[in-house]
């Protein structure tokens, strides 16, 4: 089953303080995964995508990596402001899959003053 | 550009009542979806469109219907309320399917509450 798994559920850091997500899949065969940002209220906006050749992609302070061999993929963000307090999902869209993009049920960061 | 809209933003049903949900795109995006988000689980995919006149079903399609008349406009409707469907729904565009890289525009969302 194509599934996307996030981790950890949540996380609290002070403002400043550098984190990172973890995403998961078992998502195949592969095309591509994505990150997005979900301010509350708000739907999703896009901060990378990434395909099977790339490993790394920046956005800003965004910094996404991808191990397609170990199906895994993580996203960390250098010198958290309060404005990056949101939910991050991972999502992969697989090929010859009905069109479908697998999303993962998110990471709720919040940073702390 | 307005990117993709939706009304309302929310919106509170009666079992059984029906309802269609807006969705808009200025940005000529030959695709758009639905999806429904519920606490604790990804987006899922109620149907898309990949073209003025084409539609097809997502992975839980069961209690809705829309169409696709024109490229712009992708209604979402509600045939017979449920408490299960509570939930908040999401409208997304693209240039191309899913499985390509383009990136997918989100609507700010409608949170539909059925008592």
């Known amino acids: 089953k194509n599934q996307v798994e996030q981790s950890p559920q949540s996380l609290i850091i002070l403002e400043g303080k550098n984190c990172t997500l973890q995403?998961?899949?078992?998502?195949?065969?592969?095309?591509?995964l994505r990150w997005y940002k979900q301010d509350t209220g708000r739907g999703p906006v896009s901060l990378t995508i990434m395909t099977f050749s790339e490993n790394t992609k920046s956005n800003g302070r965004y910094t996404a990596t991808l191990d397609a061999d170990t199906k895994q993929s993580s996203l960390h963000i250098t010198a958290s402001q309060l404005s990056d307090s949101a939910s991050y999902i991972c999502v992969v869209s697989a090929l010859g899959y009905g069109n479908k993009l697998v999303f993962g049920a998110g990471t709720i960061l919040r940073v702390k003053s | 550009n307005a990117g993709v809209t939706q009304t309302p933003k929310f919106q509170v049903l009666k079992t059984g009542q029906s309802m269609t949900l807006q969705c808009a795109q200025d940005m000529n995006h030959e695709y758009m979806s639905w999806y429904r988000q519920d606490p604790g689980m990804g987006l899922r995919l109620i149907h898309y469109s990949v073209g003025a006149g084409i539609t097809d079903q997502g992975e839980v399609p069961n209690g809705y219907n829309v169409s696709r008349s024109t490229t712009e406009d992708f209604p979402l409707r509600l045939l017979s309320a449920a408490p299960s469907q509570t939930s908040v729904y999401f409208c997304?565009?693209?240039?191309?399917?899913?499985?390509?890289?383009?990136?997918?525009?989100f609507g700010p969302g409608t949170r539909l509450t059925v008592t």
């Open positions: 995403c998961n899949y078992t998502v195949s065969p592969f095309s591509n």
């Open positions: 997304a565009s693209s240039y191309s399917g899913q499985y390509s890289s383009y990136e997918q525009y």
